[in-house]
C-alpha cells in the first residue's frame, strides 16, 4: 500500500512536470501592458469614458494599438527595444475630424527572467509621461500613479479630461 | 520515445521490489552443490552518451563507471562524466557544460543459476556535478505584437555552479561475454539544491539531464558495457 502511494505520487508529480514546460501558458505573466484610466476632470475620483477613442503609435508606419472604441480604461504595450514609446492618443471630434494629442512615455527598462519557454519579459522603472501641447488638448492632465509597470494589476496612469 | 522510457521505468519499478521479495523467500540453505561466485572490480563506459554525441545535435558527453562487490547482493558503485547540452529555441539561446560524479551502491535482486553473475537491481545514488551556463541569446516575450521584438544577443557566462540530487536506479545487467556485461538502467532523480544562475536558470545540468521548471523531478538512463577483474572467489 505504502510502495503504491509513493508511486503514484511520483507518478502524479513526474508527469505533470513534462507538458507544462515546453509552452509559454498565457496565464504566465510576460512583459506587462501600461494601464490608463480616464477620469472626470471636474471630479477627479469619477471615471469618465472618452467617446470615441483611438490610440496608434506615433512613428512613421504608425500601428493602431487601440482601434475606435469608447472607454474608461485601457492597456497598452510599450518598448521592449528602446526606453521611450510614442502614441497619439486620438478622441473624435465628429464623422471626419480627430482632436490628436501626442504622450511620449520614458522609462527605464530591465530584463527579468520567466522560464524556459517564455524566456524574458520587460518591466519598465521610473516611468515618465509627457503631453505634447498642442493648444487644443483633450486631455487636460496626467497623473502617474504608479511609477513602476511590473503588473497590469492597476493603473499605472490616471488622465483627466 | 520519451513516454517509452518513463513507461520502462514504472514497469521496473513494479517488477524489482516484487522479484526481491519472491527470490528470497525460495533461497535454499541445504544445496550440496555451490560454485564459488567471483567477487571484483568492475569497470565500463556508457554507450549512450557517445552515441548521442555523433547522432544528437548540441549534444557531447561520456560517463565512466565503476563497481565493486563487497557482499553477495551489494555492490559499492560509482559513475563519473562530462556533459554538454545547447539549448536552442527561438527565444532562448544557451549551453550548459560540466562534470559530475555519482556515488552510491547497488543491490542485486535476481537470484542466479548456478555459474551466472547476472543482475537485476536498484540502487541509490548521491549525485553532484560542477558546471557553468552560457547564455548565448534571448529575445523578450511579450503577447503583443504592436513593437517588434529585438534579440538580445550579449552572451553572459554563469561559472562555478553547482548542484546536488538524489538518485534511484533501476537497472539489468547480463554477462554476454566472459567477464564482459552489458547493462541498461534507468534513473529518477531528484533535486536536492542547485546554484541558480543570477536572473537565469539551470535548464540542464549535467549528470542530472534536464530541469523542469515546475518540479524537482528528473530522469534519465544509460546503457553500457563493462568488464570485471575477479580479485578472488567466495
Redesign the interface.
Known amino acids: 500500500m505504502f510502495?503504491k502511494v509513493i508511486?503514484i505520487s511520483?507518478?502524479i508529480?513526474?508527469?505533470?512536470?513534462?507538458t507544462?514546460?515546453d509552452i509559454?501558458s498565457?496565464n504566465t505573466p510576460?512583459?506587462p501592458?501600461l494601464v490608463i484610466s480616464f477620469r472626470d476632470i471636474i471630479n477627479p475620483l469619477q471615471t469618465k469614458e472618452v467617446v470615441g477613442l483611438e490610440i496608434e503609435?506615433d512613428y512613421e508606419n504608425s500601428?493602431i494599438?487601440i482601434p475606435e472604441t469608447s472607454s474608461d480604461s485601457i492597456a497598452i504595450?510599450l518598448?521592449?527595444?528602446t526606453d521611450t514609446?510614442k502614441f497619439r492618443f486620438k478622441r473624435r471630434v465628429n464623422d471626419s475630424i480627430f482632436n490628436i494629442d501626442k504622450i511620449m512615455f520614458v522609462a527605464q527598462r530591465s530584463?527579468?527572467?520567466?522560464?524556459?519557454?517564455?524566456?524574458?519579459?520587460?518591466i519598465y522603472e521610473n516611468l515618465n509621461a509627457t503631453l505634447e501641447s498642442d493648444g487644443d488638448n483633450w486631455i487636460l492632465s496626467l497623473d502617474i500613479l504608479n511609477n513602476t509597470v511590473e503588473n497590469e494589476n492597476e493603473a499605472h496612469i490616471t488622465i483627466l479630461h | 520515445m520519451k513516454m517509452k522510457h518513463i513507461l520502462l521505468f514504472y514497469i521496473s519499478m513494479f517488477i524489482v521490489p516484487f522479484s526481491a521479495m519472491a527470490q528470497e523467500e525460495t533461497s535454499s540453505t541445504n544445496d550440496t552443490l555451490t560454485q564459488p561466485e567471483r567477487y571484483g572490480i568492475r569497470v565500463g563506459a556508457d554507450l549512450s552518451k557517445p552515441l548521442r554525441t555523433l547522432l544528437e545535435e548540441g549534444y557531447s558527453g561520456f560517463e565512466v563507471m565503476g563497481d565493486f562487490r563487497f557482499n553477495k547482493k551489494f555492490y559499492f558503485a560509482a559513475e563519473i562524466g562530462n556533459e554538454k547540452r545547447d539549448f536552442n529555441e527561438p527565444n532562448l539561446n544557451s549551453t550548459t557544460s560540466g562534470s559530475y560524479a555519482k556515488i552510491g551502491f547497488d543491490y542485486n535482486a535476481y537470484e542466479n543459476w548456478l555459474g551466472m553473475e547476472n543482475m537485476i537491481y536498484g540502487g541509490l545514488r548521491y549525485g553532484f556535478s560542477t558546471f557553468k551556463q552560457e547564455l548565448i541569446s534571448y529575445s523578450v516575450y511579450t503577447d503583443d505584437q504592436t513593437f517588434p521584438t529585438v534579440i538580445n544577443s550579449q552572451a553572459q557566462e554563469f561559472e562555478g555552479l553547482t548542484a546536488h540530487w538524489a538518485e534511484l536506479i533501476v537497472g539489468v545487467k547480463a554477462e554476454i561475454f566472459n567477464n564482459l556485461y552489458f547493462s541498461i538502467n534507468l534513473q529518477l532523480k531528484r533535486k536536492i539544491s542547485d546554484d541558480k544562475p543570477e536572473n537565469f536558470d539551470n535548464l540542464f545540468i549535467p549528470g542530472y539531464n534536464r530541469t523542469y521548471d515546475f518540479s524537482k523531478f528528473g530522469a534519465g538512463y544509460g546503457y553500457s558495457i563493462s568488464y570485471l577483474i575477479p580479485i578472488y572467489k567466495k
Open positions: 510502495k508511486l511520483i507518478l508529480v513526474f508527469t505533470n512536470s513534462c507544462r514546460d509559454c498565457q510576460n512583459t501592458k503609435t500601428i494599438v504595450p518598448q521592449t527595444s514609446t530584463e527579468v527572467y520567466v522560464n524556459r519557454a517564455c524566456s524574458y519579459k520587460t
